[in-house]
């Protein structure tokens, strides 16, 4: 059923947020940013939460129909207690990006310290526990996702280095060591609703059409930022093309749970899971850092959308 | 009788080594020099900033290290070809000469509407160069790489800027292409000379007690930063156990050359070369203008590295 808005691609559910800070089983600041993925009949999401402390940690929620989750007892991540993890992860581990690759789960978050941001990779095949496989970016670089499979014989990445705001691709032979980095989506600059930085969101997602990228952009306000959600289509063979992006967000805030939290006017996404037979985009987000949130729409929807010519 | 000696490393009485009135051909600036030994006469490669605002590279050569002969021509500039072409538009800084296995690298700042990034080229004979790759993400500067593997693996310093501070990092590399495994080896010091920025100036120097690293540290004043020398110690075999640290500068800007130009208050090395009698001429860009020559010996660097403490 469709929002009784009805302004953006992506539909919301009706019982958003699907899950707030009341449904976990201690007292924390703020809920946000999951990761997820579906293993057989199960939902599950990586979710970001704030301790009361104020840094960030993983917890799971699980679900049977993607709609309805129940959330762990206990964080399945925190910040690592010994080695250079336990250096660049002191503040907390932050917005976790699940890409299944070679029979893996892999997981790009990011390690936050007093050195900044930067990307970390970790590993699981059963979500009960997590391995830490390495640090793999320099400081101040965030949402950095990887693609769910080689092209051309490489790992591939996306990732945002916080200078200029722009989102860059690079590539692995190894996921440990990166190179050939490449400026992949720029701001679009003044009078856009991504005017002034962007960042991955959703992990690439394989569509007919080649690579779906959902990424969030910002417009910088005098009352703050705003953060929205657009999409761009990369070139299967070669994802360093961008052959299509939208003109318009799919997704600005404007319910209430979207407006107000700590970090009011903010959409924010890490996961989103795609029901192959109805082709149907299940998109998890947090809003306003305040709970995760649940919108829907038809790939082929979101697909026409970027690769319009003109948009108003 | 000369005044006290105020710093370690002593000035050539004829300062600039190179002016403005040396570089054949009209130009805006010159400075910051990398400088190398090749066929027993000195190579200098120039930071020359052209009348636009861009900067390019010309070559200079010595019989003694004191008086040059700069080249009519630029020998490294924005390149034609992509990926390069997208990324020195704005263009090329900065460079640093190191010699590793045969091979001339110069690890330079590559400048575009992108933020700067470092960039890798070689040489043999200081004719021709090729560019390699381009190493790091945006925000980043200050690339020097280490003459030999460490632990079998190609390492660099760098200075990634997180906001707005500067740090020394180390990276490493199977082939210079993919780089990774990055870690924090000197930081900041909160109310020192160097509280603001630092960054690698001079490409490790291979001694006995270990990698002398001859680094730029920034204090920001009301009035604008001050950019001065420092020295610093790490083990051979560990780059992240540092084993000494200069309390002091070893050179800070005092004289007209290095007060007043279009970056005033500013010493900043590229390069120096160790004689074989143990002594060290290093070659620093002054006030963004002009090209200077300071000496001392290894020994005494080392010494101020491994005995700093200033008593009061």
């Known amino acids: 059923m469709e929002s009784k808005r009805g302004r953006d691609v992506i539909h919301r559910h009706e019982e958003n947020p699907i899950i707030k800070l009341e449904d976990l089983s201690f007292p924390c600041l703020n809920i946000m940013n999951a990761g997820a993925v579906k ?44 080695g250079e993890f336990k250096k660049f992860e002191e503040q907390g581990v932050a917005d976790a990006r699940i890409t299944y690759l070679e029979g893996v789960y892999y997981i790009v978050y990011t390690a936050v310290s007093r050195n900044r941001h930067r990307l970390a990779l970790a590993k699981t095949t059963d979500f009960k526990t997590i391995e830490r496989v390495a640090l793999i970016s320099q400081p101040d670089n965030h949402n950095g996702a ?22 860059w691709i690079s590539q692995s032979k190894d996921l440990i060591y990166w190179g050939k980095k490449r400026v992949l989506i720029t701001p679009r600059g003044s009078g856009f609703w991504d005017a002034d930085r962007v960042g991955c969101a959703v992990p690439p997602i394989e569509i007919k059409e080649g690579w779906l990228l959902i990424y969030y952009g910002v417009r910088k306000t005098s009352a703050g930022p705003i953060f ?43 996961g989103a899971i795609v029901e192959e037979k109805k082709q149907e985009l299940l998109l998890y987000y947090g809003g306003a850092n305040m709970g995760i949130n649940l919108g829907t729409a038809l790939i082929p929807d979101i697909v026409s959308e970027c690769l319009k010519k003109e948009t108003i | 009788m000369a005044r006290f000696r105020r710093d370690v490393l002593r000035r050539w009485p004829d300062n600039p080594v190179i002016a403005l009135e040396d570089i054949p051909y009209p130009c805006n600036t010159v400075f910051n020099g990398a400088v190398t030994k090749f066929k027993n006469r000195y190579i200098m490669l120039l930071r020359v900033e052209d009348r636009k605002g861009h900067s390019v590279v010309v070559k200079a050569q010595s019989e003694d290290g004191y008086k040059f002969v700069v080249e009519k021509k630029p020998c490294l500039f924005p390149s034609e070809e992509e990926p390069f072409k997208t990324y020195e538009e704005r263009g090329v800084e900065d460079p640093r000469i190191v010699q590793v296995e045969g091979v001339y690298y110069v690890m330079y700042t590559a400048y575009s509407q992108y933020g700067p990034r470092i960039a890798l080229a070689k040489t043999e004979d200081f004719e021709t160069y090729e560019r390699v790759a381009l190493v790091s993400g945006p925000g980043n500067k200050d690339g020097v790489l280490f003459p030999e593997k460490i632990n079998g693996k190609y390492a660099r310093l ?34 020192y000379w160097d509280s603001f920025r630092i960054g690698a100036s001079v490409p490790p120097i291979k001694t006995e007690q270990g990698w002398l690293e001859i680094y730029h540290g920034v204090k920001m004043t009301a009035s604008g930063p001050i950019y001065r020398l420092g020295v610093f110690l790490l083990a051979l075999d ?44 290093v070659y620093y860009g002054a006030a963004d203008t002009c090209i200077c020559l300071a000496q001392s010996t290894v ?14």
């Not at chain 1, 799971?60 to 010994?82: L, Y």
Request: proline fraction near 5%.
């Open chain 1, 39 to 82: 293993i057989g009949d199960q939902y599950i999401l990586l979710v970001r939460i704030e301790t009361m402390k104020g840094h960030s940690v993983f917890i799971i929620a699980r679900s049977k129909d993607g709609r309805n989750f129940k959330v762990d007892k206990e964080p399945i991540m925190i910040p690592a207690e010994e």
């Open chain 1, 146 to 167: 990887l693609f769910p499979c080689k092209i051309n014989g490489y790992y591939v990445r996306v990732e945002r280095p916080l200078e200029g705001g722009n989102i």
């Open chain 1, 228 to 270: 929205r959600l657009g999409t761009a289509i990369l070139d299967r063979e070669d994802p360093t093309k961008v052959i299509g992006r939208t003109g318009i967000p799919i997704l600005s805030p404007r319910e209430y749970y979207e407006r107000v939290g700590d970090c009011g006017n903010m959409i924010f996404s890490c």
């Open chain 2, 158 to 191: 760098d200075r990634p800027i997180t906001n707005k501070i500067g740090n020394i990092w180390v990276s490493y590399s199977d082939d210079l292409m993919y780089w990774g495994n990055s870690t924090m080896v000197a930081e900041i010091r909160r109310d």
């Open chain 2, 238 to 281: 560990d780059l992240s156990h540092m084993l000494g640290r200069s309390e002091v500068p070893i050179l800070s800007p005092r004289e007209p050359y290095e007060r007043i130009g279009d970056v005033n208050n500013v010493v900043f090395s590229c390069g120096a070369v160790v004689e074989d009698n143990g002594e060290i001429k």
């Open chain 2, 299 to 312: 020994k005494e660097l080392i010494d101020n590295c491994l005995h700093n403490k200033q008593s009061f």
